[in-house]
């Protein structure tokens, strides 16, 4: 009888144990689920937040350009780094050459950290990013009517659309300064709207004795 007794309860206990896994199992899987939801949640806030703080950083940057921001640019790997004003002209700053020469300054300061002598050239080039982003593109005046002076004695104009300021050479762990004053020439008509937008630009110059 007590043998009787004993396999009852044990096929009960079966029955239990294979009802108790099925709860189980069902609770486990609801609870995976709720769990994956909640993740696809939080991943998707996160996401949402990304998404409006590189929109709120780009119109931020988008707004802030004018003649005094400062354009940085890293150089062969950072072994020649720079400093420069933007430059950015108007109809403000078409001027007659005497008063150009005494106009604003704008200065580029250039830093050499690699273990030998560069030779360089310095040129003034388009800030396309700029122009594209005032959407301008139609009244940006020809590189011809921009004059320049690194003396402020002597008025200079580009020869051709290179547009090169200067050359020079850069010692090893070295840093120099240039400066220069722009302005749009007085030939223009008075009622044309006008704008240029321009940024420093280093190009290194091969060694010849290489």
């Not at 560069?118 to 396309?128: G, P, Q, T, W």
């Not at 690194?150 to 300021?165: A, R, Y």
Request: proline letters at 0%.
């Amino acid at each position: 009888m007590a043998k009787k007794i004993r396999q009852i309860k044990s096929k009960k206990q079966e029955k239990l144990t294979e009802e108790d896994i099925r709860k189980n199992s069902g609770k486990e899987i609801s609870h995976t689920i709720s769990k994956i939801k909640a993740h696809e949640r939080f991943y998707t806030l996160i996401l949402v937040i990304v998404f409006m703080i590189t929109i709120s950083i780009s119109v931020f940057l988008g707004f802030k350009v004018d003649s005094y921001q400062l354009y940085d640019s890293g150089y062969y790997l950072s072994n020649f780094t720079m400093t420069g004003q933007l430059v950015a002209l108007s109809r403000k700053s078409v001027l007659k050459d005497e008063e150009g020469l005494k106009s604003q300054v704008y200065t580029l300061e250039y830093f050499n950290n690699t273990d030998h002598d560069i030779n360089f050239l310095i040129r003034f080039a388009r800030d396309e990013e700029t122009i594209q982003r005032c959407n301008c593109e139609e009244k940006i005046i020809p590189y011809q009517k921009i004059k320049y002076s690194l003396d402020g004695v002597h008025v200079q104009s580009f020869s051709d659309e290179t547009m090169i300021l200067s050359a020079g050479m850069l010692k090893s762990r070295k840093s120099d300064q240039f400066k220069v004053r722009f302005w749009i020439d007085d030939s223009l008509e008075e009622e044309e709207e006008c704008f240029y937008y321009g940024k420093f630009v280093i190009e290194e110059l091969e060694d010849m004795d290489d």
